[in-house]
């Protein structure tokens, strides 16, 4: 799965498409490319759901970097039917890996292909994005909900739309993360554990930032802290 923010300064010297080709050729017919294509930025999914605006699985554009929207548009990728965290895939076992997204009432859960990366030993790669923007920590959030100081979601499911690939509008129920889970959330904290214990790998090639995370090392890391009574929430005193 990849996280990406194409900077004109990054030292790629070819196009945005250039980079999604060579994305694939890395990973081949027989591996699975991922990336995220949520269709809103700087809201929550909550105040996202409340402007009632539709996710088209086939027209909608994705918010998460250019890289994101050119790899949305090329040939054989395909997009799930979750109105808050659409996912795209291509390449082996991209249909599998989507299926039954809208299905998922939490659209990071273990029935989600959020799920599937920790089932299917994923790998994350962030490309000059920060560590904030990859979205498999939400799945660990919601793994250890029950352990959290604060309601991880709000109190009641809600509704969004998604248009199908037949041009079919559906009605998705979904929770969302709690505006007060939001607030507490405590990135860094994460981040500097996963780097203390070396599953969080950095390096640079010219002037481009990469990150490389295994997706069941993070949560073995994650299990440990919640052992041992840590979080990465602050406190709500």
């Not at 294509?37 to 996202?48: A, C, G, I, K, V």
């Not at 998460?64 to 795209?88: A, C, D, I, N, Q």
């Not at 129920?173 to 203390?196: C, F, G, H, I, Q």
Request: with cysteine.
């Amino acid at each position: 799965m990849v996280h990406a923010s194409w900077r004109p300064g990054n030292g790629f010297l070819g196009r945005p498409s250039d980079m999604v080709t060579t994305l694939k050729d890395l990973v081949g017919h027989q591996g699975l490319l991922i990336m995220p294509s949520l269709t809103y930025q700087n809201e929550s999914s909550r105040e996202f759901l409340a402007r009632g605006v539709p996710m088209d699985v086939r027209r909608s554009p994705s918010q998460m970097g250019l890289l994101s929207e050119v790899f949305r548009r090329g040939k054989g990728v395909r997009r799930s039917l979750s109105p808050t965290h659409p996912l795209l895939a291509w390449g082996h076992r991209a249909e599998e890996f989507l299926v039954g997204h809208d299905e998922a009432l939490v659209p990071f859960g273990p029935q989600s292909p959020f799920g599937r990366l920790l089932e299917w030993n994923g790998k994350i790669l962030t490309i000059d994005a920060p560590f904030s923007t990859v979205t498999f920590t939400h799945f660990l959030e919601d793994r250890i909900a029950q352990t959290l100081p604060v309601p991880l979601y709000e109190p009641e499911p809600m509704e969004g739309t998604v248009i199908d690939y037949e041009g079919v509008a559906r009605k998705v129920p979904v929770k969302v993360l709690s505006a007060t889970a939001n607030r507490l959330r405590r990135d860094d904290l994460l981040e500097a554990e996963l780097l203390k214990e070396g599953v969080l790998k950095r390096r640079r090639v010219g002037n481009t930032r990469l990150g490389l995370l295994d997706c069941r090392a993070m949560t073995e890391v994650v299990d440990h802290l919640v052992a041992s009574g840590r979080h990465f929430f602050d406190s709500p005193q």
